[in-house]
């Protein structure tokens, strides 16, 4: 299996633009995370989906953000309008739920620059 | 509120030396403790815990939980300098979620 895979990379946009950041988790997982990590506050949990479905959205800042997960093999991230102080890595992550702890597995993640 | 708080944050040691990580948890309905190593790119897997007093150990590695006291130690023995890197911990804390500390960073000197 490729792992999760993430894109783009690397973004840089301008202060108020849209950006989509995408996921495709591991084939035959059911869970996924979107995870935000910076300097000052390391990985915050944004969202997590299971089957499908947004479980947790406690983390996600405010309204500017929103995630989707139309299938099971695809996801996304959307900041709109994005804002300096979004610049961070943003990780997805998935795991397999199976009634009992697993270890989730991470992409290598979209470092988005906001100026 | 769940947290998950590692010491020290960040570590200097020779190549050669042993190294402790600590990480502790205050949490509701605890699950599993997980720790991650974090190179340049994505955080990888390393060990995870259920069990209390059960050493998880791979090569140089080595991993034990205290769910009584809640905490988990990260022991790396002859430490080289491919294991520079952040150490994250994270809890499970009874769904799926985790719950991530700040890391440590830990660099080892040649």
């Known amino acids: 299996d490729a792992g999760v895979i993430q894109s783009p990379r690397h973004e840089v946009t301008e202060m108020g633009q849209e950006v989509t950041l995408r996921c495709k988790p591991i084939?035959?997982?059911?869970?996924l995370f979107w995870y935000r990590q910076t300097m000052m506050r390391g990985l915050e949990l944004l969202i997590y989906f299971n089957n499908n479905v947004p479980i947790d959205d406690s983390g996600m800042p405010e309204d500017r953000f929103s995630a989707k997960m139309p299938n099971a093999s695809f996801s996304t991230l959307k900041i709109q309008p994005s804002e300096p102080r979004d610049s961070a890595v943003y990780f997805c992550?998935?795991?397999?739920?199976?009634?009992?702890?697993?270890?989730?597995?991470f992409g290598q993640g979209t470092r988005l620059t906001v100026v | 509120e769940d947290k998950v708080v590692q010491s020290p944050l960040s570590l200097v040691v020779h190549e050669g030396d042993t190294v402790t990580l600590n990480c502790s948890y205050e949490?509701?309905?605890?699950?599993?403790l997980l720790w991650y190593k974090q190179e340049k790119k994505a955080p990888t897997f390393l060990f995870m815990l259920?069990?209390?007093?059960i050493e998880k150990k791979s090569g140089r590695l080595s991993s034990i939980l205290d769910k009584k006291e809640l905490f988990s130690i990260l022991n790396i023995t002859a430490t080289q300098t491919g294991d520079s890197a952040v150490y994250l911990c994270?809890?499970?804390?009874?769904?799926?979620?985790?719950?991530f500390g700040t890391g440590t960073r830990l660099t080892i000197i040649p």
């Open positions: 259920t069990s209390s007093g």
């Open positions: 994270a809890a499970n804390f009874g769904n799926e979620k985790l719950t």
């Open positions: 084939s035959g997982h059911n869970s």
């Open positions: 949490v509701t309905n605890f699950r599993s």
């Open positions: 992550a998935s795991s397999y739920d199976r009634g009992r702890s697993t270890e989730a597995f």
